[in-house]
């Protein structure tokens, strides 16, 4: 018989608040548990994300693990996973004092990464210094080769900027070379870390591309209000919208453009357009429009895991960094029941190993994830991958996009 409590408590210092999950057989002692912890946004910005991407992986992947019952050890025994939970409240201060709390007072056995570029960012420093293997898969950054050397047990999974920039820019410019649409970009984003990323490598990829770059501004994170700044990029007569944006913002450019009838032949959004919610947010009308990501949605491994997904979360995953997500825990089961629980034992095996995941075989290069999809894409109501256009599964693109 398995016993589920779930409690809420109020940490005083930090004034974060955290769920500690027990999921531990009556036979079981504490100490034959694996004590796992985690920080993640379920108040503030972040949490839209985190929501969709992360905390739902996060339950999945111990749900299947306790129901097979447990993490298997090399000796062949297995434990139960016990989670230790804090809502970050989509504060970096609040996520660096949860990261020490799971480290220093709960003790935890491992740490999963947060969601966001930032968030993993801002826990780097930390986790390297107490030693814990860290899973950036919801990080993009241009970095990661750095990081990975600086902070040796950090892995980076998501790619960089310069990688989905270049992506977008073979797809417009093929779409360019057939006569679907013309050189010129509309282009928008984030003023912050992410969207500078991303737009560092988009302009000298376009560029490279032959495409001209006709309007280019950011806006500040958390704007609400997109309805000038999508006129001014109508205006300019570019054939090509792209927002390197995050979800609130990706969704409040669609149903602005909807509004106004802004109709781009080609329409990009950042983080959020390749959620399951974005069609209802488009009003159904989601066909065409381009994001960062996707998945090869013919393979029998992701359709599974988004029907197990489906059911245990009440609604499908993302298509662009949660299959990543529960393929990271799958390595990570993987490289415990090689290695076991040892921290330095644990980063040398997920960074020479070879997994088997529902993305495929995973073998890290350098710390990094590099067989990616960069550009994905909504048609007949499924987000699929368009590039790599080389890379198996990957579709053809539809342009020009239908009118709203």
């Given at each position: 018989m398995t016993i589920t409590r779930r409690n809420t408590?109020?940490?005083?210092?930090?004034?974060?608040?955290?769920?500690?999950?027990?999921?531990?057989?009556?036979?079981?002692?504490?100490?034959?548990?694996?004590?796992?912890?985690?920080?993640?946004?379920?108040?503030?910005?972040?949490?839209?994300?985190a929501g969709i991407t992360t905390i739902p992986n996060?339950?999945?992947?111990?749900?299947?693990?306790?129901?097979?019952?447990?993490?298997?050890?090399?000796?062949?025994?297995?434990?139960?996973?016990?989670?230790?939970?804090?809502?970050?409240?989509?504060?970096?201060?609040?996520?660096?004092?949860?990261?020490?709390?799971?480290?220093?007072?709960?003790?935890?056995?491992?740490?999963?990464?947060?969601?966001?570029?930032?968030?993993?960012?801002?826990?780097?420093?930390?986790?390297?210094?107490?030693?814990?293997?860290?899973?950036?898969?919801?990080?993009?950054?241009?970095?990661?080769?750095?990081?990975?050397?600086?902070?040796?047990?950090?892995?980076?999974?998501?790619?960089?900027?310069?990688?989905?920039?270049?992506?977008?820019?073979?797809?417009?410019?093929?779409?360019?070379?057939?006569?679907?649409?013309?050189?010129?970009?509309?282009?928008?984003?984030?003023?912050?870390?992410?969207?500078?990323?991303?737009?560092?490598?988009?302009?000298?990829?376009?560029?490279?591309?032959?495409?001209?770059?006709?309007?280019?501004?950011?806006?500040?994170?958390?704007?609400?209000?997109?309805?000038?700044?999508?006129?001014?990029?109508?205006?300019?007569?570019?054939?090509?919208?792209?927002?390197?944006?995050?979800?609130?913002?990706?969704?409040?450019?669609?149903?602005?453009?909807?509004?106004?009838?802004?109709?781009?032949?080609?329409?990009?959004?950042?983080?959020?357009?390749?959620?399951?919610?974005?069609?209802?947010?488009?009003?159904?009308?989601?066909?065409?429009?381009?994001?960062?990501?996707?998945?090869?949605?013919?393979?029998?491994?992701?359709?599974?895991?988004?029907?197990?997904?489906?059911?245990?979360?009440?609604?499908?995953?993302?298509?662009?960094?949660?299959?990543?997500?529960?393929?990271?825990?799958?390595?990570?089961?993987?490289?415990?029941?090689?290695?076991?629980?040892?921290?330095?034992?644990?980063?040398?095996?997920?960074?020479?190993?070879?997994?088997?995941?529902?993305?495929?075989?995973?073998?890290?290069?350098?710390?990094?994830?590099?067989?990616?999809?960069?550009?994905?894409?909504?048609?007949?109501?499924?987000?699929?991958?368009?590039?790599?256009?080389?890379?198996?599964?990957?579709?053809?693109?539809?342009?020009?996009?239908?009118?709203?």
């Open positions: 408590l109020r940490a005083l210092t930090s004034g974060v608040a955290m769920t500690l999950i027990l999921g531990a057989n009556l036979a079981y002692a504490a100490d034959e548990t694996v004590k796992i912890g985690y920080a993640v946004a379920k108040t503030g910005p972040n949490a839209t994300g996060y339950e999945l992947w111990v749900k299947d693990v306790n129901a097979a019952g447990g993490l298997t050890m090399p000796d062949g025994s297995q434990r139960k996973i016990e989670v230790i939970e804090y809502d970050d409240r989509s504060s970096n201060e609040d996520l660096v004092r949860a990261i020490e709390r799971l480290a220093t007072k709960d003790e935890v056995d491992l740490i999963l990464p947060p969601w966001g570029t930032g968030s993993n960012l801002a826990i780097a420093p930390l986790m390297d210094r107490f030693g814990y293997p860290q899973l950036g898969v919801t990080a993009v950054t241009d970095k990661a080769p750095d990081f990975a050397a600086r902070w040796k047990r950090s892995y980076w999974m998501l790619g960089g900027g310069h990688d989905y920039a270049v992506g977008l820019a073979d797809v417009l410019k093929a779409a360019v070379a057939d006569g679907k649409i013309n050189n010129k970009i509309a282009m928008v984003s984030v003023a912050d870390g992410f969207g500078i990323d991303l737009v560092k490598g988009a302009r000298p990829a376009f560029e490279e591309a032959g495409l001209e770059i006709a309007y280019d501004k950011t806006y500040p994170l958390g704007t609400s209000d997109f309805a000038a700044l999508m006129a001014e990029a109508r205006d300019t007569g570019a054939d090509s919208f792209v927002a390197f944006s995050y979800p609130p913002d990706s969704f409040g450019m669609t149903k602005t453009a909807q509004s106004m009838g802004y109709n781009p032949k080609v329409f990009y959004v950042g983080v959020g357009g390749a959620f399951p919610i974005y069609g209802k947010i488009a009003d159904g009308k989601q066909e065409g429009v381009m994001s960062i990501g996707g998945v090869d949605a013919a393979s029998p491994a992701i359709k599974d895991y988004f029907a197990r997904h489906t059911d245990s979360a009440g609604a499908p995953p993302d298509s662009w960094a949660s299959a990543i997500t529960y393929a990271s825990l799958e390595m990570l089961a993987q490289s415990i029941e090689r290695v076991g629980l040892d921290h330095a034992k644990l980063a040398e095996e997920l960074s020479n190993g070879t997994f088997s995941t529902i993305i495929g075989d995973v073998k890290l290069e350098d710390n990094q994830l590099r067989d990616l999809w960069w550009v994905g894409q909504w048609q007949n109501g499924t987000f699929v991958a368009v590039n790599p256009s080389d890379k198996d599964g990957a579709v053809a693109p539809v342009i020009p996009k239908p009118d709203w």
